[in-house]
């Protein structure tokens, strides 16, 4: 127990003065044991949780967001959005009043500008919790699921999200892209990644999972959630498969809405089950609920989050997983629908969670929890025994030995040669050739040299890549095309697609980037158009392969399953026939005017 206390003692004291500078602490190890608990038994942590108090005990359940690109001294606009949220100016602060166990980075918030910054704000909240009496590391996590997905952006490397790789098939690459994005994560100071999603996406029209998903098929979904989960823990960072019992058969947004599964308890055991029941074989570190319903399996009304059938009697004793239960957001509505903001943390712990993570109201959630043990409704022991599975997976990742990260770490891993051309590589295995009826392509330079680049613009997942017309338009120059670029939007205007049909008369090609095109899509107005005037053009798909359905006469179309700048520039080199297209459907196409029927199933892709 004193070794272990010393140990962190040690790490701070040395650190302090530089971390405080804004300076990575001089004698912090670039990368920790990444399999260090057992360094420190169930005994030594039990030890640590007998010295807490109370307060410091429920702090440890929670993993809360805070605004600012450093610990100590944020933009004023941050420290403005912090007290009004949170009632502190700082993360610094916020370590101290409520002794939180984790912090979630968001680029929305600011935490996540550049790479070593990234590391100097996680080095801060460390020497800020560690300075505390009792004081413990931080678990500092965020979601980088890559692809639509990412809160780190450029120059960390951003790798192909999951319905790529799912369309790759292969194991291989999906546990090397978590490999190293685990590692460049680890080497910020993050060291929980709420990835791989688990849902397996069977509804076209789900408005939340979609690409996000590795597919449509319950094994093969399987396969590369396990994949991925041994590449991020072999990176020393904590994977978390999302979002259970499974969020992949539904059209309504639990952001925004209470979602209700009607698979029954067959159906979930065939279709949702087997992903994470693969993670959990795998090792997996942490799971994370979801705020649906699944009356098979809870006929209460409850959402998954606040059940005890689902997450205890289910997935603690049915599949017999034992690690981080991690709730979603509870800011979302899919949670506060049925009950206050302080009752969901209440209940949540009452049915098996461990971190609550993200409440709307910090004060309220983590003053009901407190009253709960005290009013006799939760007990000391309950507590105990979710702080306990955090600090064991604390352990497991070295952040008792050594919780601070440094420059150095950071240059040598993020964003590297090497990690960027793996993507690349990745990357091109992911293109899938959904239609090329006219053999149009490749697109040759000697006949189509001069390419209109039109479409949709979304903004980055990440905030740092694209915009997607521009990105495509670049890859074609640097191949040696002559590109021109009109940015038409996701909803283009009659007077938008006019100046697309006029500039088409003085090229050899067009390129038209696609983005969830629905019936009423004037996005399908503007393809017509196109068409008719004769050019060929040619389809992208940049977020769901759906689109395709909608949109019947067009001879060419690829799927890029995302807009990320990897993604596009390697849809490039297949459309310009660089390297082959060897991309398969991971998820069935139906019939836009009978979705009973499939237009195109499962495996489906062409090649040349």
């Known amino acids: 127990m004193h070794t272990s206390r010393r140990t962190l003692l040690a790490a701070t004291a040395g650190a302090a003065a530089t971390v405080a500078a804004g300076v990575t602490p001089a004698r912090a190890k670039d990368d920790s044991d990444k399999g260090s608990a057992g360094r420190h038994p169930d005994s030594k942590l039990r030890a640590l949780i007998s010295r807490m ?30 007290l009004k949220e949170i009632g502190v100016r700082t993360a610094a602060e916020l370590v101290a009043k409520y002794r939180v166990g984790g912090i979630i980075y968001f680029g929305w918030a600011h935490n996540t500008r550049e790479p070593h910054q990234i590391a100097d704000l996680s080095n801060g909240i460390q020497q800020a919790s560690l300075e505390q009496p009792r004081g413990l590391p931080v678990l500092i996590s965020t979601d980088q699921e890559h ?22 098939g292969s194991r291989g690459d999906a546990r090397e892209a978590g490999r190293i994005g685990g590692a460049e994560l680890r080497a910020m100071g993050v060291r929980q990644d709420y990835a791989p999603v688990a849902d397996v996406n069977v509804n076209p029209a789900n408005p939340v999972i979609g690409v996000r998903s590795f597919g449509a098929d319950p094994q093969a979904v399987a396969r590369l959630v396990a994949a991925q989960v041994k590449g991020y823990q072999s990176a020393g960072v904590a994977a978390t498969s999302k979002h259970f019992p499974g969020h992949g058969d539904t059209e309504t947004d639990s952001h ?20 994470f029941e693969a993670a959990i074989a795998a090792g997996i570190d942490s799971i994370m609920t979801a705020h649906i319903m699944v009356p098979a399996l809870d006929p209460s009304g409850d959402p998954a989050t606040l059940s005890r059938p689902i997450l205890t009697g289910i997935l603690r004793e049915r599949l017999g997983y034992d690690g981080v239960v991690v709730t979603d957001s509870l800011g979302m509505e899919g949670v506060r629908t049925k009950y206050g903001d302080d009752r969901v943390p209440v209940l949540a712990l009452k049915a098996g969670v461990d971190q ?127 590109a021109t670029v009109l940015s038409t939007g996701t909803a283009p205007t009659a007077a938008t697609i006019d100046k697309a049909v006029a500039a088409a008369q003085d090229v050899d090609a067009v390129l038209v980037g696609t983005y969830n095109v629905t019936a009423a899509s004037t996005q399908r107005t503007l393809v017509d158009r196109l068409l008719a005037t004769g050019r060929p053009v040619v ?70």
């Open 147 to 168: 692809g639509i997905v990412a809160r780190v952006g450029e120059p960390a490397t951003l790798f192909p999200g999951a319905m790529a790789l799912g369309a790759g």
């Open 53 to 82: 108090t109370l307060e410091e005990k429920v702090g440890q359940l929670f993993v809360m967001r805070v605004y600012g690109h450093s610990a100590t001294a944020p933009d004023q606009a941050d420290i403005d959005a912090n």
């Open 256 to 275: 925004y809405g209470f979602p209700v599964i009607e698979h029954t308890e067959e159906q979930w055991g065939r279709l949702d089950a087997p992903p």
């Open 356 to 482: 609550l993570l993200n409440p709307p109201k910090l004060d309220i959630a983590w003053n009901a929890v407190l009253q709960a043990v005290r009013g006799g409704e939760l007990t000391e022991a309950r507590l105990d025994e979710s702080i306990l599975r955090v600090l064991r997976l604390k352990a497991k990742l070295g952040l008792l030995d050594q919780p601070y990260v440094t420059h150095r770490g950071v240059d040598r891993t993020v964003g590297i040669r090497k990690h960027l051309d793996t993507a690349d590589r990745i990357a091109e295995h992911t293109t899938t050739l959904l239609v090329n009826s006219a053999g149009l392509l490749p697109l040759s330079r000697r006949t189509h040299r001069k390419v209109l680049v039109v479409g949709a613009d979304p903004a980055s997942p990440s905030g740092t890549t694209g915009p997607p017309t521009t990105v495509l338009a670049a890859a074609l120059t640097e191949l040696g095309f002559t």
């Open 539 to 608: 389809a992208l798909a940049i977020r769901n392969p759906y689109d395709v359905a909608q949109l019947p006469d067009v001879k060419a179309y690829l799927a890029a399953y995302s807009w990320t700048d990897v993604e596009l520039r390697a849809a490039v080199r297949v459309l310009a026939g660089r390297v082959g297209p060897v991309g398969r459907l991971p998820v069935p196409v139906q019939r836009a005017d009978d979705p009973a029927q499939v237009l195109y199933p499962i495996g489906h892709g062409l090649t040349y």
